[in-house]
């Protein structure tokens, strides 16, 4: 059975969309990898994401988020 470990769930104050930050590991084996659950609604959008790609992600949200909390 795979098993999935909540990390966090937030909503957004702009759009309202429920995000919830899971690890994924599958019982076939493989790395875990981070799952980003958005739902709109009725609708719901799943990314299951690599270590790399966490990262890369995360580190470019997070220059952004600073820089647009100097701007403010």
């Known amino acids: 059975m795979d098993q999935i470990t909540s990390l966090d769930k937030f909503v957004l104050p702009i759009g309202k969309q429920a995000i ?8 076939s084996g493989g790395m875990p990898l981070l799952r980003v659950r ?5 609708r719901f959008t799943v990314f299951d994401i690599d270590p790399e790609s966490a990262e890369r992600w995360g ?14």
Do not use: D
């Open 20 to 27: 919830e930050l899971q690890q994924i590991e599958y019982e």
């Open 38 to 42: 958005i739902r709109e609604g009725s």
């Open 59 to 72: 580190r470019v949200m997070t220059e952004w988020a600073l820089v647009q909390g100097k701007s403010a």
